[in-house]
């Protein structure tokens, strides 16, 4: 399984966090239900702790679609879950089990930091996106009017061509005033020093407001491989930086080769290249 979280506000009722836990239907067991179909079936437990006492949990059984036969294609299956949580510091417990192949419960940790803003002008976390749609009524994969199904990873293969992702801008208004613009870029950076990508830079003009979604995407068919980061930052009429928010990216595209003009964004420091100089590379 594959696990990401993201944070955003309600603005009426708080902090909240949301958990995308992808299942690799290879690594699971499909038995028959009461219908005579296939289907998997895992056992999830999340626990939002602090100081030994439990702030929100989900506990449930994550079913899988039904199939008529073991030759159906078993593409993974998404899980999504909300979690209203107060400002602070909380350990995250999750532990899953096949209810199919009982054996010992994977279990896994870490600690996480809820800590957004919205009164004051913050960029919430960046979900990435495997697809989305106009959302016909509320459901728990929907935000703004949008049905998003959320891409479980940081790690971009050559077949994927495109960045999609969905965030949130709140407390806008409280520097530049309901109903003026303001300036949103996007883009990508070097991951080592955060030189800017010159050929992966978007903006787009938004009107002030209390809560304003964006919904993007970056073209990478030519993005070569490395570590990045995705940034989403909103300045004002002047170009002062007013909020910002990146997420860590990996992409893999041996085929293509580096921007000569972006090699100083590469980090060599550490590496065996750091010892080497122009005249025993022109020696050798």
Avoid at 31 to 45: D, F, P, R, T
Avoid at 127 to 152: C, H, M, R
């Amino acid at each position: 399984a594959y696990l990401m979280m993201s944070e955003f506000v309600f603005p009426e009722q708080g902090n909240y966090v949301e958990t995308y836990l992808n299942i690799n239907s290879k690594s699971i067991i499909y038995a028959k239900n009461e219908k005579g179909k296939l289907q998997a079936s895992i056992n999830v437990n999340i626990l939002f702790m602090r100081n030994d006492s439990v702030f929100n949990y989900g506990k449930y059984n994550l079913l899988s679609p039904e199939y008529n036969d073991t030759l159906s294609p078993r593409p993974n299956f998404i899980d999504v879950q909300r979690f209203i949580l107060a400002k602070g510091s909380y350990t995250f417990e999750l532990s899953i089990t096949d209810n199919n192949n009982i054996t010992k419960p994977f279990s896994y940790s870490q600690q996480v930091i809820v800590d957004l803003n919205h009164e004051m002008p913050t960029v919430s976390s960046i979900e990435l996106v495997d697809s989305y749609k106009n959302a016909d009524t509320a459901s728990y994969i929907s935000k703004n009017g949008f049905d998003i199904i959320p891409y479980v990873s940081s790690f971009y293969p050559e077949t994927m061509t495109e960045i999609t992702f969905y965030t949130e801008l709140y407390g806008i208004n409280r520097d530049i005033p309901n109903g003026e613009t303001f300036i949103i870029n996007t883009y990508l950076e070097s991951f080592e020093n955060r030189v800017k990508m010159q050929d992966y830079f978007r903006f787009t003009r938004s009107k002030s407001d209390r809560v304003i979604p964006l919904l993007g995407s970056l073209n990478i068919k030519m993005l070569p491989s490395g570590n990045y980061n995705l940034v989403v930052e909103a300045r004002d009429k002047e170009n002062k930086l007013i909020a910002d928010q990146r997420i860590f990216i990996q992409r893999s595209n041996p085929l293509v080769q580096a921007n000569l003009n972006e090699l100083n964004a590469l980090n060599v420091q550490n590496t065996f290249v750091e010892k080497l100089n122009a005249d025993s590379l022109n020696e050798y």
